[in-house]
C-alpha cells in the first residue's frame, strides 16, 4: 500500500473520507479549530486548565491574583466630561464659554447647553478635562469627570 504521508485530518476539511459525527458537527464550526488546538497544546503549561497541559490547582488562583493586580496598577488616562447643570443666572456667559471651547455655533452651543445633561467631550486627557472644567466651573457650569 503506497501512502502519501499527509494526515488526512489536516489536509482539507470537504475530503471525502471525513465523515461528520453523531450530532453532524463536523467540520467543526470554527474553520481554525484544528490550528487552536495544537497552539492550547504547546502553550499548555502556561494557560493552566484551558491548555490541557498544566496541572490544575494552584496555576488558576495565582493567573487570578496577577490580574488582580494589574487591573488595581492601570491609572485612567482619558475621560469624559458632562454639563450636568448650570446656575440659572449665568446661562449666557455658560452657552459662550461652550461655544469658545468646543468651538460649535451658537445655535449648537445653546441646544446643548439646554440640553442638560450633556457630554460635553469624550475620551479627553486628564489635564485638558480639568482645563475645561475649570473654566466652565468658573462662569457657573456644574460639570462631572468621568
Do not use: Y
Not at 476539511?13 to 453523531?22: I, L, Y
Not at 463536523?26 to 490541557?52: I, V
Not at 490580574?67 to 446656575?87: Q, W
Request: glycine residues 12%; proline residues 5%; hydrophobic residues 40%.
Amino acid at each position: 500500500m503506497r501512502t502519501s504521508g499527509i494526515h488526512p485530518m489536516k489536509v482539507n476539511m470537504d475530503w471525502p473520507s471525513v465523515k461528520q459525527d453523531d450530532a453532524g458537527t463536523w467540520p467543526p464550526a470554527n474553520p481554525n479549530w484544528f490550528k487552536q488546538q495544537e497552539l492550547m497544546s504547546s502553550l499548555g503549561p502556561f494557560m493552566g486548565q484551558m491548555g490541557g497541559g498544566g496541572s490544575g490547582g494552584a496555576q488558576p488562583a495565582a493567573a487570578e491574583a496577577k490580574v488582580e493586580e494589574v487591573v488595581v496598577a492601570v491609572e485612567k488616562t482619558h475621560f469624559d466630561i458632562e454639563l450636568s447643570g448650570f446656575d440659572a443666572k449665568s446661562k449666557i456667559k455658560v452657552i459662550k464659554e461652550v461655544r469658545g471651547l468646543l468651538g460649535l455655533g451658537l445655535k449648537e452651543a445653546k441646544d446643548m447647553v439646554d440640553g442638560c445633561p450633556v457630554w460635553l467631550k469624550k475620551e479627553v486627557k486628564k489635564e485638558d478635562a480639568e482645563e475645561l472644567i475649570a473654566k466652565l466651573k468658573s462662569v457657573g457650569g456644574e460639570l462631572r469627570m468621568v
